[in-house]
């Protein structure tokens, strides 16, 4: 298991930009490049939903279709971080955003950090 702890959150207006954070601590039977990390939201009465990955060693990503095109995702195994550049934000964007990391055997969550996009 891994501890992740977001962060980056704040109050955007629409069309503007911010960029998440998620440090990775704590390991025990895997470093950092061994967990496939993905990036997810949720608003307020929504289920939460998938909005980024990139796999373990930063090759290959993949998107929800409400996000691609103006959300890139990219991880720095050196430092055990993750990203989530989010640009061209839109009201819709509003939530929690949480960081999660996949293993073989086994995940975690963070805590998330709150994102508004508003005007």
């Known amino acids: 298991q891994v501890h992740l702890v977001e962060s980056g959150g704040g109050v955007v207006q629409p069309g503007g930009s911010l960029t998440l954070s998620c440090a990775a601590s704590?390991?025990?039977?895997?470093?950092?490049?061994?967990?496939?990390m993905n990036w997810y939201r949720q608003a307020p009465g929504r289920q939460r939903e998938f909005v980024a990955a990139?796999?373990?060693?930063?090759?290959?990503?993949l998107y929800g279709d409400s996000v691609k095109g103006r959300l890139t995702i990219s991880r720095d195994n050196s430092r055990n971080e993750m990203y989530l550049q989010m640009n061209s934000l839109k009201i819709e964007d509003t939530g929690v955003y949480y960081c999660?990391?996949?293993?073989?055997?086994?995940?975690?969550w963070g805590q998330g950090t709150q994102v508004t996009v508003s005007s």
């Open positions: 704590g390991f025990t039977d895997f470093t950092f490049s061994d967990y496939a």
């Open positions: 990139i796999g373990r060693a930063g090759d290959s990503t």
């Open positions: 999660n990391a996949v293993s073989g055997s086994g995940g975690s």
